[in-house]
């Protein structure tokens, strides 16, 4: 598997020249409060493109500005952009389709990931209750024999879903993200660097404690086995107000999460010729899309 992985057959491949920074956002929160849904989105572009990138970001701002932005504010946010624009919703949809254009010139792509935590909770993680149940009902240790107790074992079960919840929904995310990420890095014989946001501090605290280490030391989960990534070299933080890789990456999960939260449906058409083909992913499978 992982020689299919690599494209090979045993052979490795020579060292790719090309290098994308991956930018990461997401938008609602993976805990059971806040919103129904959880979108993580990576926005990948070329190296060569940084300046271009610069550019197209002081014009956006300029655009924004114009239709009545805050001039004191020099950063894309996407919930302030939605915020300014949805009560014009052609505008909000026609700016979108601006930036995407643009994008797409820079030969950036995005994969995006949406878990609506309703039908998570209900169908995946209802199953990991019971296992944990069936398991801890048959301690491992006398000392632990506290757990043979209906009460005493449900009680416990029940304090770590309420304290692991949220990471596991984090987790499952950042692992479909980036190994999506991988395999479109791979069809394009580039390798890339993922760049999370220093300020969104949960965000950044999770990725560097479960991937950052796990993509050098352990790969990541591939169906039921673990695969080792050799195209994503390495995962990093920056500040959202100094870099507007990061501002359009939370422009486009903004734009998700309106399109799930506020019916702006017109929003999948729009980062269709971003996310390609198997760009977006709705976890569980029977978990409704927003288009």
Same mark, same amino acid.
């Given at each position: 598997?992982?020689?299919?992985?690599?494209?090979?057959?045993?052979?490795?491949? @020579?060292?790719?020249?090309?290098?994308?920074?991956?930018?990461?956002?997401?938008?609602?929160?993976?805990? /059971?409060?806040?919103?129904?849904?959880?979108?993580?989105?990576?926005?990948?572009? @070329?190296?060569?493109?940084?300046? $271009?990138? !610069?550019?197209?970001?002081?014009?956006?701002?300029?655009? +924004?500005?114009?239709?009545?932005?805050?001039?004191?504010?020099?950063?894309?946010?996407?919930?302030?952009?939605?915020?300014?624009?949805?009560?014009?919703?052609?505008?909000?949809? $026609?700016?979108?389709?601006? %930036?995407?254009?643009?994008?797409?010139? +820079?030969?950036?792509?995005?994969?995006?990931?949406?878990?609506?935590?309703? $039908?998570? !909770? /209900?169908?995946?993680?209802?199953?990991? #209750?019971?296992?944990?149940?069936?398991?801890?009902?048959?301690?491992?240790?006398?000392?632990?024999?506290?757990?043979?107790?209906?009460?005493?074992?449900?009680?416990?079960?029940?304090?770590?879903? !309420?304290?692991?919840?949220?990471?596991?929904?984090? $987790?499952?995310?950042?692992?479909?993200?980036?190994?999506?990420? /991988?395999? #479109?890095?791979?069809?394009?014989?580039?390798?890339?660097?993922?760049?999370?946001?220093?300020?969104? *501090?949960?965000?950044?605290?999770?990725?560097?404690?479960?991937?950052?280490?796990?993509?050098?030391? *352990?790969?990541?989960?591939?169906?039921?086995?673990?695969?080792?990534? *050799?195209?994503?070299? &390495?995962?990093?933080?920056?500040?959202?107000?100094?870099?507007?890789?990061?501002?359009?990456? &939370?422009?486009?999960?903004?734009?998700?999460? !309106?399109?799930? #939260?506020?019916?702006?449906?017109?929003?999948? #058409?729009?980062?269709?010729? +971003? +996310?390609?083909?198997?760009?977006? %992913?709705?976890?569980?499978?029977?978990?409704? @899309?927003?288009?």
């Amino acid at each position: 598997m992982l020689r299919f992985l690599r494209g090979g057959r045993g052979r490795e491949k @020579p060292p790719s020249r090309e290098l994308y920074m991956i930018y990461v956002d997401e938008s609602g929160t993976p805990g /059971h409060k806040g919103s129904r849904y959880y979108i993580l989105l990576g926005l990948g572009i @070329p190296l060569d493109h940084s300046y $271009a990138l !610069n550019e197209l970001g002081e014009n956006l701002l300029e655009k +924004l500005w114009k239709l009545g932005y805050d001039k004191r504010r020099h950063e894309i946010k996407g919930s302030e952009v939605f915020r300014l624009l949805k009560g014009h919703k052609d505008k909000y949809v $026609a700016f979108l389709e601006s %930036v995407v254009s643009k994008l797409v010139d +820079l030969e950036a792509f995005s994969i995006a990931v949406a878990i609506d935590k309703h $039908a998570f !909770n /209900h169908e995946v993680l209802s199953k990991l #209750e019971e296992y944990l149940d069936t398991t801890l009902s048959q301690p491992p240790s006398q000392y632990l024999n506290v757990f043979v107790v209906d009460s005493v074992r449900s009680t416990i079960i029940m304090s770590l879903r !309420n304290y692991a919840d949220d990471l596991i929904v984090r $987790a499952q995310s950042l692992n479909e993200l980036l190994f999506r990420v /991988h395999k #479109e890095l791979e069809s394009r014989d580039a390798q890339g660097i993922a760049i999370f946001d220093a300020e969104a *501090d949960s965000l950044a605290r999770s990725a560097y404690k479960i991937y950052a280490t796990a993509l050098a030391r *352990d790969g990541l989960a591939f169906g039921m086995d673990v695969v080792r990534t *050799d195209r994503i070299k &390495d995962v990093k933080l920056g500040k959202s107000n100094l870099d507007f890789g990061i501002q359009l990456a &939370d422009l486009l999960v903004n734009s998700i999460y !309106n399109c799930f #939260e506020h019916g702006v449906r017109e929003v999948y #058409e729009i980062l269709k010729p +971003l +996310l390609g083909d198997k760009g977006f %992913v709705l976890l569980p499978k029977t978990a409704k @899309p927003c288009m």
